[in-house]
Each structure stands twice: as structure tokens, then as C-alpha cells.
T-cell receptor, first 112, second 113 residues
Framework: AQSVTQPDIHITVSEGASLELRCNYS??????LFWYVQSPGQGLQLLLK??????LVQGIKGFEAEFKRSQSSFNLRKPSVHWSDAAEYFCAVDAGYSTLTFGKGTMLLVSP | DAGITQSPRYKITETGRQVTLMCHQTWSHSYMFWYRQDLGHGLRLIYYSAAADITDKGEVPDGYVVSRSKTENFPLTLESATRSQTSVYFC????????????FGQGTRLTVV
């Protein structure tokens, strides 16, 4: 069965510093991968998605992610974090019929 | 308003009561989903629907019932609420075909006392 692992429950980054959130997946076929962001009390917003093609995908708000099949990873990156990026981030894989299997999330804290 | 809306946003109910959470989308998306979000578990799929009158179980369906008589609505019913069903519930929808994404509602925070 498919699964998604986000090894870091919390990450604290200084404002202006770079960010990398880790995501590892387990899926038999070519995965469709997603990163969502959730601000407090809000629903989930899609940051970016990977279906095929270029393994480096660009998303909204300056985020990017790189699909690495050999490492079963889909890490999210941002070169310079802003205080408004503080939120919870979820990696997900399409598990068939457009359903999603989510990781447990990584809470990003941004320090001044 | 266009989009996906859930109601109510907050609900407190007693153990054993039946409660229904509503979900409405205006895009005519074929797929609709219910997830629950719990600390330490992320989001887990409860039920999903590929079209009107077609529903299927997800990872955690026990204690829940769904129906989809109209494409735009996908209510979730807790037949006899239990404290373990205290959670934040998210409805989502997506279109058919390749390269589609799911759009999420704002969530319903349900507390069972």
C-alpha cells in the first residue's frame, strides 16, 4: 500500500533563511505527488504538484520541489523564508481514484 | 459563491447523537471526498465518491455514512457519534482526467462530548 513519510514534525527556520521540507513516499507505480499548505484554522491550499516530465516543479509563493525516483523523495524547498510561510505543510501521493494519502505533516515555525 | 463550502464550521454534539456535516461544491466536479484530520495522523480518507450515486470507503469509514444524490452535494453522517470522532473534517472535490488537483473546504471542527 502507498504511504508518505514526513520525518520532521516541527522545523524552525530564521526569516530569510532557506528551507527544505522532506517527504518520502512508497508507491509501486509512477507517483502523482503534491504539497499542500495549511494555515491555522484554514483548509488546505495546493502549493505544487508533480505528474510527469521535469523533475523540478515550481509552485506558488516561491516554492519548488524536486522528484527523485531513486530516493523515493519529493522534498519541498524555498530559498528565502518569510514570516508568512509559517504553517503546516503536507506531502501527499495520489492513491488512485483521485484519493490522496497524506503524510503526517511538518509544522514550520519562522523565527525573526 | 464559487468553490467548496462546508457547514457548519463548528459543531458540538453529545455521544450517541446523529450528526450530519454538509459539503457543497459549485464546480460540478465528479469526485468528492471526506477526510478527517487528527493530531499525529495527518489527514485520512473516510469516504469518497466518483459520481452521483457512486460512493466507496476510504481508510477509516467505520461509524460514518455518506450519500450523493446530486453531483454538488456530499453529506457525511455520523450515525451515533463517539468521542473518538472528535476531529476536524475536510471535504474536497476534484475533476476527472489527468493532472487534476483536489480543492479543499475550510473544514468542520466537530467535538463529541
Amino acid at each position: 500500500a502507498q504511504s508518505v513519510t514526513q520525518p520532521d514534525i516541527h522545523i524552525t527556520v530564521s526569516e530569510g533563511a532557506s528551507l527544505e521540507l522532506r517527504c518520502n513516499y512508497s508507491y509501486g507505480a509512477t507517483p502523482y505527488l503534491f504539497w499542500y499548505v495549511q494555515s491555522p484554522g484554514q483548509g488546505l491550499q495546493l502549493l505544487l504538484k508533480y505528474f510527469s516530465g521535469d523533475t523540478l516543479v515550481q509552485g506558488i509563493k516561491g516554492f519548488e520541489a524536486e522528484f527523485k525516483r531513486s530516493q523515493s523523495s519529493f522534498n519541498l524547498r524555498k530559498p528565502s523564508v518569510h514570516w508568512s510561510d509559517a504553517a503546516e505543510y503536507f506531502c501527499a501521493v495520489d492513491a488512485g481514484y483521485s484519493t490522496l494519502t497524506f503524510g503526517k505533516g511538518t509544522m514550520l515555525l519562522v523565527s525573526p | 459563491d464559487a468553490g467548496i463550502t462546508q457547514s457548519p464550521r463548528y459543531k458540538i454534539t453529545e455521544t450517541g447523537r446523529q450528526v450530519t456535516l454538509m459539503c457543497h461544491q459549485t464546480w460540478s466536479h465528479s469526485y468528492m471526498f471526506w477526510y478527517r484530520q487528527d493530531l499525529g495522523h495527518g489527514l485520512r480518507l473516510i469516504y469518497y465518491s466518483a459520481a452521483a450515486d457512486i460512493t466507496d470507503k476510504g481508510e477509516v469509514p467505520d461509524g460514518y455514512v455518506v450519500s450523493r444524490s446530486k453531483t454538488e452535494n456530499f453529506p457525511l453522517t455520523l450515525e451515533s457519534a463517539t468521542r473518538s470522532q472528535t476531529s476536524v473534517y475536510f471535504c474536497a472535490s476534484s475533476d476527472t482526467g489527468m493532472n487534476t488537483e483536489a480543492f479543499f473546504g475550510q473544514g468542520t471542527r466537530l467535538t463529541v462530548v
